[in-house]
């Protein structure tokens, strides 16, 4: 009997081991199979997500008086891989009822989703289903808030299929509750670090990047997940969706047709343009007839007149090439409604700019915390004749200061507001204003009884502003150089409040072409031999705009010599031109070997010029057109500064530097530094003047200029830098210009009244 027990003991044994075995080959078999798509971060989270069903809607409970917003996050789901730039539409149809079950309100939010990357960024989702790893697309959302939740109890959602590749659509609600309201000693700090980084994660894109403000509001507020009423699997379907954190949701949401995000909207009176820092080839792409479509070139120097451009037909008959465009502005006009995406050379998506602007309102105002003695940029977009009122305060609270600005509310032919249905729609061109604090300033509000649309800007005076120029569009190389814009933009410190009230616009900026506008002012080169007694005179190339009327050519004006008919029409002029009612016709002669520079009346020529000499440049003050001007230059060192002085003299509207260095094409850019001192209005203004400013200045090879020396002639031209005095200088005391490199340079200042004729020191002849 004994022997018997001991083996049905051995035979219950294996058969149990035997079970196990086949129950963990069976759980092996099965997570084998689902196997992830993608390689996964450390940051990855599961969530379980209910499906959506078009038949039978799922209903959520909440509680009315803990309620302050529901979130709807929805994926859409497909077996296989599908097109990463084609959007999958989809709509969630919503109803809130109340505890008996009553429809209180209904409505339909639609969806346009694009599949997920899975290299590259963040937002790598997908959904385990039966053994099978699914494809998922970015997360959509939407939120409904408290004005709709007052009597509201419940939610039901239902999906509305717009698409055949849709496998169907997981969702997420959360609804917004406020924390332990006992608890009032709870802090950021004490919450566990799990619930900090989920927070963070649902809120923003990181703690990196929440305020204050976000901070107390993540303490006071949690989302809390809600479950489906019903039995699992029985009256609705749950799944497990893999994703990281933190969240990133990009949305593409829309309520009506939606438009491409990537795409240029274009309609009479509402254009786009693309700014072209390089000769480069670009693709566009659309769905209109091209025969309504213009594109124009501007030339941002206004040395060329616009120039319309003809796209080139392509394999896709949908897509055209523009070959070879020059840098510059290119302008997008349509006859009809249009929507074109465009591509550089590595067909890469080319993004226009966009900012952001607070909406304000009667009941919605816009509130900083600044630091005093800074200056300030208002920028605002508004219908024509509303006001802003913008009030500065002390630490005390305080008022120190109010304006009240009134806008002119132009519309803009480029700027447009992109609604949250992907709309496109006119808006107001921007109108700046300035405003130098005092010391005392802390605080600062911006408020309107009208729809207006704000941003705030801030800098020190004293900062420098460094930037790249070319004589063109140009990108700033990596050699060192870094670049420090004029302005920064400033959050509000209620920033928290205006995205839970959906009053943050998106604005996407684009340039319009400067306008052929004539200037009736002039200029006047100014003598530094005191300050800088080391000059030479030049010959620059000096074209006029091409709008520019016809003018007298001048003595000091010349041109290059070509053709031996100039010199003879030269010579022929001479006699029968009376000697002192005109001075005598020159010749410039620049050789590369020998004698470097020579000048001669041409009266007074030894032989007739070898026009056929390569190494001969000649140039005659005779003919037209006459684009090379002679002018004077001065000579800066390195650790030399320049002091111009202006005080008791009539401030001019705008100072110029032409800087050239000695030399053919320099390696590194030229570093330039100017600094204006005076006395800065300390009222609201409409222009600005930044006081120190730091050049790197790309060489402009497409100029000509030639020292006249008679050693070596070689200069490199760059471009002119020009310092606005704006009225908000009441009164210019000095102009101070160093540089990094031995520099020579003209100085210009222009004038309302120009002036009657040339100084000798600017023109020699």
């Not at 893999?242 to 939606?258: G, H, K």
């Amino acid at each position: 009997m004994y022997w018997i027990k001991r083996i049905l003991q051995v035979l219950l044994i294996i058969l149990l081991l035997a079970a196990g075995y086949r129950v963990a080959l069976h759980l092996y078999v099965w997570l084998n199979s689902a196997e992830r798509i993608a390689a996964r971060s450390e940051e990855e989270t599961r969530s379980v997500v209910h499906w959506l069903s078009p038949d039978k809607p799922l209903i959520y409970t909440f509680p009315t008086s803990r309620t302050v917003a529901i979130r709807v996050l929805s994926n859409a789901i497909f077996a296989s891989q599908t097109v990463l730039d084609k959007p999958i539409n989809y709509a969630i149809e919503y109803r809130l009822l109340d505890s008996q079950d009553n429809e209180l309100e209904k409505h339909t939010y639609h969806h346009a989703s694009k599949l997920a990357l899975e290299e590259g960024e963040q937002q790598v989702k997908q959904l385990i289903e039966d053994r099978q790893a699914l494809a998922v697309t970015s997360g959509q959302s939407f939120y409904v808030d408290w004005q709709q939740l007052t009597q509201a109890s419940k939610i039901s959602l239902r999906l509305i299929p717009e698409e055949p590749s849709l496998r169907g659509v997981v969702v997420r609600i959360h609804g917004k509750t406020p924390t332990n309201a006992d608890d009032v000693t709870r802090t950021w700090l004490k919450l566990p670090q799990q619930w900090r980084e989920r927070m963070t994660s649902y809120h923003t894109l990181g703690d990196s990047g929440l305020q204050p403000q976000q901070i107390a509001n993540a303490v006071s507020y949690d989302w809390r997940k809600l479950a489906p009423q019903g039995i699992p699997g029985i009256d609705f379907d749950a799944d497990i969706l893999y994703e990281s954190l933190p969240y990133n949701v990009i949305t593409y949401d829309f309520s009506a047709q939606q438009f491409d995000l990537d795409g240029y909207y274009t309609q009479p009176g509402l254009a786009a343009s693309i700014r072209l820092s390089e000769v480069t080839d670009v693709n566009l792409q659309t769905q209109g007839d091209m025969k309504d479509l213009q594109l124009i070139w501007h030339d941002l120097s206004q040395q060329q007149a616009p120039l319309t451009l003809q796209p080139v037909t392509t394999d896709d008959p949908t897509r055209f090439l523009l070959p070879d465009i020059q840098p510059g502005l290119l302008v997008i006009r349509s006859r009809v409604e249009m929507i074109t995406t465009w591509r550089n050379e590595q067909d890469q998506v080319i993004a226009p700019l966009h900012s952001y602007y607070y909406h304000l309102n009667e009941a919605n105002q816009a509130e900083y915390t600044v630091q005093g003695g800074s200056d300030l940029q208002l920028d605002m977009r508004g219908a024509p004749g509303s006001s802003v009122q913008l009030s500065v305060y002390d630490a005390e609270q305080q008022l120190l200061r109010s304006e009240t600005l009134t806008l002119a509310g132009l519309n803009s032919g480029f700027d447009r507001l992109i609604t949250p249905e992907t709309r496109r729609e006119a808006i107001t061109d921007s109108e700046k204003r300035y405003l130098r604090l005092s010391r005392q300033a802390h605080r600062v509000t911006v408020s309107s009884t009208e729809a207006v649309a704000v941003k705030l800007q801030s800098r020190h005076g004293a900062m420098h502003h460094q930037n790249y120029v070319c004589a063109t569009l140009c990108d700033a190389p990596q050699n060192g150089f870094t670049e420090v814009g004029a302005w920064f933009s400033q959050s509000a410190d209620n920033e928290f409040h205006f995205i839970e009230q959906q009053l943050i616009l998106k604005v996407r900026l684009f340039s319009a072409p400067p306008p052929p506008e004539e200037k009736q002012s002039g200029y006047l080169s100014q003598a530094l031999f005191v300050s800088l007694p080391v000059s030479n005179t030049a010959l620059v190339y000096s074209p006029p705009k091409y709008f520019a009327l016809p003018q007298a050519a001048e003595p000091f004006q010349y041109t290059p010599l070509i053709d031996l008919a100039q010199l003879y029409d030269a010579q022929l002029s001479i006699q029968q031109t009376a000697p002192v009612s005109a001075p005598v016709p020159k010749v410039i002669t620049l050789s590369d070997t020998g004698i470097r520079y020579t000048e001669q009346e041409v009266n007074q020529l030894d032989k007739v010029p070898d026009l056929s000499d390569p190494s001969l440049q000649l140039f005659i003050n005779q003919g037209a057109p006459r684009d090379y001007w002679k002018v004077r230059l001065f000579q800066l060192q390195p650790g030399q500064t320049l002091s111009q002085n202006y005080r008791g003299r009539d401030k001019p509207m705008a100072i110029v530097i032409k800087p050239f260095v000695r030399g053919q094409h320099p390696a590194e850019p030229l570093i330039l530094n100017t600094q204006l001192d005076g006395q800065f209005s300390r009222v609201v203004t409409d222009e600005y003047s930044i006081a120190r400013k730091r050049y790197a200045l790309a060489p402009d090879l497409a100029q000509s200029a030639f020292l006249l020396h008679p050693k070596d002639p070689a200069l490199t031209a760059y471009p002119s830098v020009t310092l606005t005095i704006g009225t908000d200088i009441q009164r210019l005391n000095q102009l101070t210009v160093s540089a990094e490199q031995p520099l020579w340079f003209a100085l210009l200042e222009e004038y309302a009244t120009p002036p009657p004729q040339p100084q000798w020191w600017q023109h020699e002849f």
